[in-house]
């Protein structure tokens, strides 16, 4: 790996933008094209990128990295009905799987041909092992599970995200190194309208890769079963338990509201932590992101690490005995009473509200 | 065969406390462990080790009380643990944290013979980043493999490793090589119970302790608020809703309550009972 130019001493951090960055331009973000899908989060990111691009007023591109016709073209007039203008397409035999090494290869070689400022990527598996080995390959900032991006009169890229295990919320700057890089998780950002045949630009770009050259290979893919997966991420409504429900039992109780009410269940950081729940049942930062029509959060207090999971969803009923949680500060409703006890009480009510007359049924 | 498990010691989460006034984070008495996704890696490590023979270096950075996580990985067995202090760390950002700690890597490697596999948790608890781990593999050039399921083969001779890896949707079956770092997932490898023995020596046992210099670190600008490229501009509480929520009058019974709350809900979000029917009916 080639040496790092030396970092700038602490003196010159708040000066001009050295002078070999000066030309980096326009806002990209990474399109997760995966066995011929498109991972959602790519055209959240290109819709808050296409509000960067225009503050900025420069372009908004789409990276598109994939095996040869593996719906790369595809991808790319996605990307443009999602506001993209300019779509840079890699198509490569030894590209068709996801392997970090000639992955990071490619979007280290585009950045340092086409000179991006600001480089997007979802935070998911894919796009967290990569942006990791692309800042470290350019010796530049990354800025994890941004849940606000904004550009600064400046105009450089203010990313807001949680910290100290997310009490609270830091707004985190790359003044001296280009591109600006940021991850977000999947469904933080709202999903823009499509324009339907709204069209752009495709610059293909050609790379030097041998599969001889690459030391790891995938040797099969095994797809999840989706049966057993939550789909919290994408549910209308979703009802959760925490550590208000005292025993992981109890989380039965969340559990059989969710099924009557055709929604999926999840929990706190603490349940899962205390072995109560798997880990992909998980609401907040470290977890999923929800987006619902209606959560309801039982006995949950609601840390911003939470808070930050679920601030997506248009109606929040909080069941928390505490009058003082930090829940009831992003709940628009709240009933002040012992979860254990209400929730077998509303769950009857929804039944008989929305008169539903099939047998128990568990969701998920 | 040589294993380097990088941990960090963390505040322990699920006993941190947010002043209910401030809502700043109450730091003071919060009892620290190690991040716990760090002992799926650590446990993978010692049964790897346990299965080919070698040893099993912890490194950490942090300050002097970091001793205190090496120490507790000692009782888990493993052989030695470096700690790696010095003021000039103060302030690295996940660039800065990987370039010191793949220099002192590099000199566990000359002293105590080049690691066949550097572990890292999935990312930590505190930082989340998940960035630390890829910046090492970058900079000492070791094939990156990522929230690892499962570690199948291992061929010492070859080098040859073949390994399981969550991808989006599915599971990757990978063969790759060695030197190269892992990072493991959660649930995959329950940290053991250390041995009265490991607990004796844990308790006698000298930490190695490192500043930037002792590691090898000659580029006092590659490192901490210097070598970061971010910078954080500003810490702040989010701001709370102009109302807070509003409060459903409790009626001696449970499902009284329960009536006036949906009636609430439906007038506030009308379209929300024909979803919810709509929903519901789909079951």
């Known amino acids: ?364 | 065969m040589h294993f380097v498990v990088c941990i960090k010691q963390v505040p322990d989460s699920a006993q941190i406390r947010v002043h209910p006034v401030t809502n700043t984070i109450m730091r003071q008495g919060v009892p620290t462990i190690i991040n716990p996704y760090d002992l799926f890696a650590l446990e993978t490590a010692l049964r790897l080790r346990d299965a080919h023979r070698g040893e099993v270096t912890v490194l950490t950075m942090g300050p002097p009380s970091a001793e205190d996580s090496l120490r507790k990985a000692l009782t888990y067995g493993a052989n030695r643990g470096v700690l790696l202090t010095d003021r000039f760390f103060a302030g690295s950002d996940t660039l800065a944290t990987s370039f010191a700690l793949s220099q002192a890597i590099r000199k566990i490697g000359e002293i105590w013979g080049p690691p066949d596999i550097v572990f890292a948790g999935k990312q930590t608890i505190d930082g989340d980043t998940a960035q630390v781990g890829p910046g090492i593999a970058r900079r000492l050039e070791l094939h990156q493999l990522t929230y690892i399921s499962k570690i199948g083969h291992v061929d010492k001779d070859s080098g040859v490793i073949e390994l399981e890896r969550r991808a989006e949707g599915g599971t990757q079956s990978l063969g790759s090589r060695m030197p190269c770092l892992i990072t493991m997932l959660e649930g995959t490898a329950e940290i053991r119970r250390g041995s009265l023995n490991d607990a004796l020596r844990a308790a006698r046992a000298e930490i190695v302790t490192w500043n930037a210099k002792d590691a090898g670190i000659e580029d006092m600008l590659k490192c901490g608020l210097r070598g970061s490229p971010t910078v954080v501009k500003r810490v702040f509480a989010p701001t709370p809703r102009a109302e807070k929520a509003k409060q459903i009058e409790l009626q001696p019974k449970a499902r009284a309550t329960a009536e006036a709350l949906l009636d609430t809900l439906f007038v506030a979000k009308p379209s929300l009972e024909g979803d919810m029917r709509t929903l519901a009916a789909g079951l």
């Open chain 1, 1 to 364: 790996m080639a040496e790092a130019p030396a970092a700038p001493s602490r003196a010159t951090m708040k000066k001009e933008l050295p002078e070999r960055f000066r030309d980096y331009k326009h806002v990209w973000v990474n399109i997760e094209l995966e066995r011929g899908q498109v991972h959602p989060v790519s055209f959240e990111l290109l819709g808050e990128g296409r509000k960067l691009a225009d503050k900025l007023g420069v372009e908004l591109a789409g990276v598109v990295i994939g095996g040869v016709n593996a719906g790369g073209r595809e991808a790319a007039a996605d990307a443009f009905e999602y506001g993209a203008d300019v779509v840079y397409l890699v198509e490569h035999p030894v590209l068709a799987d996801y392997r970090n090494e000639p992955y990071t290869r490619t979007l280290t070689e585009l950045v340092n041909t086409y000179k991006p400022e600001i480089l997007l990527l979802g935070a998911t598996n894919l796009g967290r092992d990569l942006a990791g080995a692309v800042a470290t390959t350019l010796q530049t900032g990354l800025t994890a599970d941004c849940t606000e991006l904004a550009v600064d009169a400046d105009k450089s890229l203010a990313a807001t995200r949680p910290t100290f295990g997310g009490s609270l919320l830091c707004t985190i700057y790359t003044l001296n190194f280009r591109p600006q890089m940021a991850t977000v998780r999947p469904r933080v950002m709202a999903m823009p309208a499509r324009q339907d045949g709204r069209a752009g630009r495709i610059v293909e770009h050609k790379v030097d890769l041998v599969e001889e050259s690459l030391v790891t290979k995938v040797l099969s893919f095994l797809p999840d079963r989706n049966s057993s997966k939550s789909n919290l991420a994408f549910a209308d409504v979703v009802v959760a338990g925490g550590l208000g429900l005292q025993s992981a039992e109890n989380l039965q109780l969340v559990r059989a509201l969710a099924g009557v009410l055709g929604g999926e269940w999840g929990c706190s950081r603490p349940c899962v932590q205390k072995g109560w729940a798997p880990a992909d049942r998980q609401i907040g930062q470290t977890g999923k992101t929800i987006r619902p029509k209606l959560y309801i959060a039982a006995g949950i207090s609601g840390a911003i690490q939470h808070r930050v999971g679920v601030e997506g969803a248009d109606l929040i009923l909080a069941i928390n005995t505490d009058k003082s949680a930090p829940i009831l500060d992003i709940a628009h409703f709240a009933v002040a009473t012992d979860a254990i006890r209400f929730l077998p009480a509303l769950t009857e009510a929804f039944r008989a509200r929305l008169s539903i007359h099939s047998r128990d049924r568990l969701a998920g």
